[in-house]
Each structure stands twice: as C-alpha cells, then as structure tokens.
C-alpha cells in the first residue's frame, strides 16, 4: 500500500469547516483513499472513501486531485465532538486486507 | 447495539501470566480482525479470519500469542507468558467481504502488564 504523510496536529473553530489534508504521491491506480478516524479511548471509525471521484456522505466530504496524489476530507460543520486523530489510509480493495495506519493528524476543535 | 464489542474493556495482569480477550463482531460479517495500538501510535495490523480460517498473519504475532474463530462467528485473541512490552490497547474489527476496507471497529481492550 503507498504511505501517507499528513500534519501532525491543527486546530480548527467550531462551526467552520475542517480542511484536513493528505499526501500520497506513490498511489497506484487500483489504491482507493479512505479516512478513519479515533476519538479518545474508542476504536477507529470509518469515515469515507473513494478512487478518484470526489466523494460525500453524512460525515464528510473527500477532495481527491485529480493526479490522485494527494486528497483532502472536509468536515463541513465541525463541533467539539469532531476532536479526534484522523487517519488517512492508501489500499487495494480486495486485495489484502489489513489497514495500514500511520500517524495520523490529531484534530482539535475549539470553541 | 449491533456494533463490534469486545470482552473484558479492561485488563491488569501481572508478567508471565495468560491472558484472553474475546470479540463479538457485527453477526453479518464474516471476516474478523485483530490489531494492537501502543500509546500514540496508529493501530497494527496483527492477524484476520475469514469464517473460522485465520488467514493472514503479521510478525508482530508472535508464538506467544493465539487467536481464533472457531465457529466463525467470536473470536479470542489469547497471549502466553505475557510481558510488560504487551502492553497495549487490543482492537477487533470487522467487516463484510466484499467491503474489506471498510473495517467496524469495536471499543477495544486495554491490557496492562506489570
């Protein structure tokens, strides 16, 4: 699976959106992008995903370049309960199976 | 709740003692995962099941630890003669087939060794 870089840590406002940002210039063309995410003291929580088409759900919004080397999840209302790491994962789908965390990006909303 | 839950959420134990942990995944799900989170790290992938096959194994797992799914539904994670560096947050998931990516995750169970 190609690696990810993503910042470290940002903070965003409460009520404004959240711009969380991914790098992954070694995609392959068969690698989809998904995005967990692990609020304090729970398990990860799948977020969305897609291969090259922007994407959106309930949650959130995926922004995928259109190189697909890097893509961005927009939380489009952020609240307090929106603090948590954000992973951003690189796999094949149906083939392998394990997700590959890294470090992830530790958000912090504040009021 | 129809979530993944696991069994105990909690758990001391002292060095070289056994310990096993139990997950219940979501019933519709057939393939089952088991991962290891240390403090500030991202989870690690430790070994999956589809049904009651154990078909994928990391490096990580290693002749201390066990698991299984033996009627392809629960499974334990068990660890032998553990040691301080076990200790860990030990997170199940699991998923559908044909959706492998998209993992439930289930509250996990923190396990310290002292």
């Known amino acids: 699976d190609a690696k990810t870089t993503q910042p470290p840590s940002m903070d965003c406002a409460e009520g404004r959106a959240a711009n969380l940002p991914c790098n992954h210039s070694?995609?392959?063309?068969?690698?989809?992008v998904y995005w967990y995410r692990q609020i304090h003291s729970q398990g990860p929580q799948y977020i969305i995903h897609?291969?090259?088409n922007n994407e959106t759900n309930e949650m959130a919004s995926l922004i995928i370049t259109e190189d697909r080397k890097s893509s961005t999840l927009i939380l489009p209302h952020a609240t307090l309960r929106d603090t948590a790491v954000y992973y951003c994962i690189v796999r094949v789908t149906a083939a392998g199976n394990k997700l590959t965390f890294g470090g992830g990006t530790r958000v912090l909303v504040k009021p | 709740d129809t979530g993944v839950s696991q069994d105990p959420r909690h758990k001391i134990t002292k060095r070289g003692q056994n310990v096993t942990f139990r997950c219940d995944p979501i019933?519709?799900?057939?393939?089952l995962y088991w991962y290891r989170q240390t403090l500030g790290q991202g989870p690690e992938f430790l070994t999956y099941f589809q049904n009651e096959a154990q078909l994928e194994k990391s490096r990580l797992l290693s002749d201390r630890f066990s698991a299984e799914r033996p009627k392809g539904s629960f499974s334990t994670l068990e660890i032998q003669r553990t040691e301080q560096g076990d200790s860990a947050m030990y997170l199940c998931?699991?998923?559908?087939?044909?959706?492998?990516?998209?993992?439930?995750f289930g509250p996990g169970t923190r396990l310290l060794v002292l």
């Open positions: 998931a699991s998923s559908r087939q044909v959706q492998e990516g998209t993992q439930y």
């Open positions: 897609g291969l090259k």
């Open positions: 019933s519709e799900h057939n393939r």
């Open positions: 070694t995609i392959s063309g068969n690698e989809y």
